[in-house]
């Protein structure tokens, strides 16, 4: 079956802003929230398992959020970010969901995959059913998509890359999602797209180096050390000037992407690194790991902000793509004498509902 992400849906990616120089906020006379006066939104699912991925679609209506079940919920978080205000999507997979990512060009379109059925189904949130399904030899960990939405790239629980492209599958046939067969990069832990969709980051969670890879070629164009125990994760800033990597020694680095040399280090965490992501100013980075919080803190200087208890450690965190609002999820710790676990999914910062 035809997807509806059409050419007319796709916006060409953006050159970012030019960074501002490294310097504190009082020296660039910017105002930062204060952190500290919010609390978090915490709602809680009663549930055995916990969510798994969460994540804002491009222009920040909606909240999409899997890892319970076979099913699908998304919010309107303007409205309410209740249970009972889910809208939800079944019958794409036959069994749990791991995983949601959003097309970046189109606010209705996503996908979602399942390492159990080892499917990726595409979805259109104006519609009930899905659109299409993918059908995979490998169980799928989680997708990233190219900035024109035009082509997904799968990494698999096993550590391969996958590669999916949008189009015409034959010469007279309608367009849709289809598998391409790549040579190159064998494996991988993380994969970050440039802002141009030429090029992306790879990691390999027992290698202490990433590497820069044009996307047509697979070719690698640069190794560069990054962390001891492995790179685990990685997140690029959104107006270009900063990758940020994050490890399983609970470092996280800064990389400048002009030379490609680390221009500093974050040291406030405690845990391993779980998932990082940029404000959509990129002067805030959030960082998720093995413990129970999510820290905050400057991109140009590195130092920590506000850290912001969970009920449990976090997989994932998303900055809004308009606000200073973090979303994040997981499973709470069962704790003798306790209540029974539950799913859980917050927001934190202003503005949040």
């Not at 024109?148 to 010469?171: H, M, Q, W």
């Not at 399983?248 to 030379?259: A, M, R, W």
């Not at 980075?285 to 902000?305: F, K, R, V």
């Not at 969970?310 to 308009?322: D, F, K, R, Y």
């Amino acid at each position: 079956m035809s997807s509806t992400n059409n050419e007319d849906d796709v916006q060409p990616p953006q050159k970012p802003p030019s960074p501002p120089p490294h310097m504190s906020f009082a020296a660039r006379g910017i105002h930062p929230p204060n952190f500290s006066a919010f609390k978090p939104r915490d709602i809680r699912i009663p549930s055995h398992q916990g969510m798994t991925s969460i994540a804002w679609n491009c222009d920040g209506k909606r909240l999409g959020a899997v890892g319970i079940d076979k099913v699908v919920r998304l919010w309107w978080p303007d409205k309410s970010v209740e249970m009972r205000s889910a809208s939800t999507y079944a019958g794409g997979h036959s069994d749990d969901v791991d995983h949601l990512s959003w097309n970046p060009t189109h606010p209705d379109l996503f996908c979602t995959s399942s390492q159990k059925d080892k499917r990726i189904v595409f979805w259109d949130a104006r519609q009930s059913r899905y659109i299409q399904a993918l059908h995979l030899k490998h169980s799928p960990s989680h997708t990233v998509w190219s900035p024109t939405g035009k082509d997904l790239v799968c990494i698999t629980a096993s550590r391969n890359l996958l590669f999916a492209k949008f189009g015409p599958t034959g010469e007279g046939s309608g367009q849709s999602w289809h598998a391409v067969d790549r040579e190159g990069v064998g494996a991988a832990t993380c994969v970050t797209f440039n802002h141009v969709g030429d090029g992306m980051v790879v990691s390999v969670s027992n290698e202490h180096q990433i590497r820069l890879v044009d996307f047509q070629s697979l070719n690698v164009l640069l190794s560069t050390a990054a962390h001891v125990g492995g790179c685990a994760t990685t997140a690029l800033d959104p107006r270009g000037a900063y990758l940020a990597t994050g490890g399983n020694d609970s470092i996280v680095n800064l990389f400048d992407t002009t030379e490609w040399l680390c221009a500093r280090t974050i040291t406030a965490c405690d845990h391993a690194i779980n998932a990082l992501s940029f404000s959509h100013d990129g002067e805030f980075l959030a960082i998720s790991s093995t413990g129970n919080y999510i820290d905050i803190c400057a991109t140009e200087t590195g130092m920590p902000l506000h850290r912001v208890p969970t009920l449990g450690p976090s997989p994932t965190v998303q900055w809004h793509p308009s606000k200073h609002v973090i979303a994040y999820c997981g499973q709470s710790k069962v704790r003798e004498g306790g209540p029974p676990p539950s799913a859980w999914i917050s927001l934190f910062g202003p503005g949040a509902p």
